[in-house]
């Protein structure tokens, strides 16, 4: 969907910020996805429409960068580390087992993904952008049905806070 | 003697956990005043005086000179931009990480610092994506340093002008080499550019630029408050001051260390973080970050100098990220897990880093998967003559940036230190399938 009112306005705020309108891609790919749970193809357009680019310019960056999903909406993003720290203190079992989990939840994304920059809590994961670490299948299982029931509060699929 | 980190940068976070963050905990502990002091300097003597004095490097990983980098902006020609680098995404490398979340205003502080020594009035943080409070609470940081007039116009009533913007990265790891930054935060896809030209000359909307990592501008502050001179005191040789030490792994007591730059690994594996976890033996390290050769037992003795890592032990320090592996550890999987790493982040600009990335993650797994052949290794080397020629540390190149010799960094260090491993892993009925370049 368009953004709504309040997003579009802050849509123009962020675009003020910088010395060229280009450069606020990314942010409003951001607010889009925390709005919508995905970057749709109509958000592409909008933004693109908003920061003076082609669309097709908008999509080759929506493509490019990780985080920005294009597949279907979702409304939790697990981001499970494997990389070279966790990789030796469990994160491989702790992606195959919550990917295994919830794989016919479309719900709940858990993706692979590369160093979250918190070795000294390995192996850690993320919940919309939310750091939790050491984890162990269990205990991140827990935490993901903490925000799911609302015993937490989560951020956006993006990780901002206004959705 | 127990060893001691130096807490320079570390000191405040560490001290104020409860709030270390806070605009009122920051100017409680003496923030901001340096930015007082710099604006009674002119910025040629803040860049000369102070962080050139101080032998200060980057301490994202190229240990570049901070005040060399400002020297090289060609005279005369405005807008020029600061972007500080804060797209931490060095496997293993979290310092940045904290100092985002737990000291914003430092950052904010030595960029306004930087932004009034080079003479920018627009400064961009660029923080890594995934790092949701770590925007969060920058962002905070710089409404509440505008409110408090460190950031706007006429700062503290001394004529000098800037605007500080946040910006959030998506998932590139490719975005945090300095020209990646740029291009991302012109909104495009992370692709590094070709130097030269520099982005010193020709950054940011093709206007001179300066692009500092996040640990090297929260530096600043504390280089103004004990004097260039006295901060070179600190550390060896060309090596000055402290560096925050990301250790992992297979070590007692993970986390981050700033110690003085001299003191050896052992002080910092042993002495800080506990040594090897379990009392096991260690088989290897990772000094610097992924993209670092692989060092060895006997060298925990050797100091923690740049250049000396760089030329006597044909590594290098790279990012502070220190990865320790204990002997149960099989190199072949940590290596082909660093090489997915590249081949999953390798933009794609360059050929030779596009396609080497893929093969060297393709040949490693088979090996990791008991289908390797004995031939492998020097396949490897083979090819991966034509992404590092020479292969050896200081890497040559073939690509744009250093992602691309970076992919070869694992293959040269299991050539180098556990060669008989790998070929035992390897299976001998796969011989005869002939290697290119053999």
């Known amino acids: 969907m368009p953004f709504t009112p309040e997003n579009r306005a802050k849509a123009r705020e962020i675009v003020a910020l910088y010395p060229y309108a280009r450069s606020a891609t990314l942010p409003l790919l951001h607010l889009a996805q925390d709005q919508d749970g995905w970057v749709t193809n109509e958000a592409v357009a909008e933004v693109a429409d908003l920061v003076g680019a082609d669309a097709a310019q908008v999509h080759g960056v929506r493509s490019f960068y990780t985080m920005y999903k294009r597949e279907s909406p979702v409304g939790f993003v697990v981001s499970v580390c494997t990389n070279v720290t966790c990789l030796v203190t469990g994160g491989p079992e702790l992606y195959e087992t919550l990917a295994a989990e919830y794989a016919d939840q479309p719900e709940v994304l858990v993706e692979e993904v590369e160093c979250l920059a918190a070795c000294d809590c390995a192996p850690v994961f993320q919940v919309n952008y939310d750091f939790h670490g050491p984890a162990t299948p269990e205990s991140a299982r827990a935490v993901i049905e903490e925000y799911r029931t609302g015993v937490r509060t989560p951020r956006g699929v993006s990780g901002g806070r206004s959705v | ?438």
């Not at chain 2, 627009?122 to 995934?130: I, K, M, P, S």
């Open chain 2, 1 to 438: 003697m127990p060893v001691e980190e130096t807490r320079i940068v570390t000191r405040r976070l560490r001290e104020h956990p409860e709030d270390s963050w806070t605009i009122e905990c920051y100017l409680a502990t003496g923030g901001y005043e340096m930015l007082r002091r710099a604006l009674e300097m002119a910025p040629a003597q803040v860049q000369d005086e102070q962080v050139k004095a101080s032998g200060l490097r980057g301490r994202g990983g190229a240990g570049f000179g901070t005040g060399q980098k400002w020297s090289f902006l060609p005279p005369g020609v405005y807008p020029r931009y600061l972007a500080v680098n804060g797209d931490e995404g060095e496997p293993s490398t979290f310092k940045d990480h904290m100092l985002i979340e737990r000291d914003p205003h430092q950052i904010i502080e030595g960029a306004i610092i930087a932004a009034y020594a080079i003479e920018a009035h627009h400064a961009f943080v660029y923080v890594r994506g995934e790092f949701a409070l770590g925007a969060e609470r920058l962002e905070q940081a710089v409404t509440d340093a505008y409110a408090s007039g460190f950031i706007g116009r006429d700062i503290l009533g001394s004529g000098f002008d800037l605007d500080v913007v946040v910006h959030r990265g998506a998932g590139a790891y490719i975005a945090g080499d300095e020209t990646g930054l740029l291009s991302s935060l012109e909104g495009e896809r992370a692709m590094p550019r070709i130097k030269p030209p520099f982005p010193a000359v020709q950054g940011l909307y093709a206007q001179p630029t300066v692009v500092n990592n996040v640990e090297t501008v929260s530096t600043i502050p504390h280089i103004l408050r004990m004097g260039g001179e006295e901060y070179a005191k600190l550390g060896v040789n060309r090596s000055t001051g402290t560096r925050i030490f990301s250790v992992s792994g297979h070590v007692e007591r993970p986390g981050n260390y700033e110690i003085e730059l001299g003191l050896t690994f052992r002080d910092l594996i042993e002495g800080l973080a506990g040594g090897v976890r379990g009392g096991k033996k260690l088989k290897f390290l990772i000094p610097g970050g992924a993209s670092s050769p692989w060092l060895m037992p006997q060298h925990l003795d050797e100091p923690l100098d740049m250049d000396h890592v760089t030329k006597e032990l044909r590594s290098m320090l790279g990012s502070g990220a220190v990865m320790v592996y204990d002997e149960d550890t099989n190199p072949v999987l940590v290596a082909w897990r660093l090489a997915k790493f590249f081949a999953r982040e390798s933009c794609g600009k360059c050929t030779p880093c596009r396609e080497g990335s893929f093969w060297i993650e393709r040949i490693l797994y088979r090996i990791v998967n008991g289908r390797g052949r004995p031939q492998d290794l020097d396949l490897l080397l083979s090819f991966g003559n034509h992404i590092v020629p020479g292969l050896n540390a200081p890497f040559a190149q073939t690509t744009i940036c250093a992602l691309g010799p970076s992919t070869m960094s694992p293959v040269v260090s299991l050539d180098r230190w556990f060669r008989d491993e790998v070929l035992a892993q390897c299976a001998p009925a796969a011989a005869g399938i002939p290697v290119a370049g053999a």
